[in-house]
T-cell receptor, first 111, second 113 residues
Framework: GAVVSQHPSWVICKSGTSVKIECRSL??????MFWYRQFPKQSLMLMAT?????????EQGVEKDKFLINHASLTLSTLTVTSAHPEDSSFYIC???????FGSGTRLTVV | QKEVEQDPGPLSVPEGAIVSLNCTYS??????FMWYRQYSRKGPELLMY????GNKEDGRFTAQVDKSSKYISLFIRDSQPSDSATYLC?????????????FGKGTKLSVIP
């Protein structure tokens, strides 16, 4: 079945720095990938839809200049959290392909 | 009113019990219904996928959808300690590849040996 790989699984960064998270489809090509954010004891919330070769589509309330998405190939999408702040600390998860297969998630802690 | 309501629990049951997990929703356009299992600090894993109303069984898991009541359920028979996880319901208006899933908050289940 489809496998989605996410890296890193856990990252700590200092406030004001940027962090890049990678989402890869390992055995299939994905023209579309999705980025979600999950706060403790909360639902997964869709942040943006990443489209290969074009601009990402962001959900209402998500700052596109803060959460930069690049989908440069059919197997890789990246999410860069720019000028991270403690309130950006969360669990970030991507999905790809059919939209129902998720990566293992990245826990971001901003200190 | 949130689009998808799910009792967060926690729910604790003895090994071998039948577990019933439920979600209600308000958007009548939802047609695809999923149940995910999520272990701590991991991504969600798709357990069951159902289109429209009806039942679907896979091993110890049974998913039920009642669109008239806007109510979905997941039953786990002969529950095992390895079933201890958070269970998320999710739903969408369109099928695979399209995209927006709306999730419940998840129910944390503990199966006690």
């Amino acid at each position: 079945g489809a496998v989605v790989s996410q890296h890193p699984s856990w990252v700590i960064c200092k406030s004001g720095t940027s962090v890049k998270i990678e989402c890869r489809s390992l055995d299939f090509q994905a023209t579309t990938m999705f980025w979600y954010r999950q706060f403790p004891k909360q639902s997964l919330m869709l942040m943006a839809t990443s489209n290969e070769g074009s601009k990402a589509t962001y959900e209402q309330g998500v700052e596109k200049d803060k959460f930069l998405i690049n989908h440069a190939s059919l197997t890789l999408s990246t999410l860069t959290v720019t000028s991270a702040h403690p309130e950006d600390s969360s669990f970030y998860i991507c999905s790809a392909g059919d939209g129902y297969t998720f990566g293992s998630g990245t826990r971001l802690t901003v200190v | 009113q949130k689009e998808v309501e799910q009792d967060p629990g926690p729910l604790s049951v003895p090994e071998g019990a039948i577990v019933s997990l439920n979600c209600t929703y308000s958007n009548s356009a939802f047609q695809y219904f999923m149940w995910y299992r999520q272990y701590s600090r991991k991504g969600p894993e798709l357990l069951m996928y159902t289109y429209s109303s009806g039942n679907k069984e896979d091993g110890r898991f049974t998913a039920q959808v009642d669109k008239s009541s806007k109510y979905i359920s997941l039953f786990i028979r002969d529950s095992q300690p390895s079933d201890s996880a958070t269970y998320l319901c999710a739903m969408s208006e369109s099928g695979a590849g399209s995209y927006q899933l709306t999730f419940g908050k998840g129910t944390k289940l503990s199966v006690i040996p």
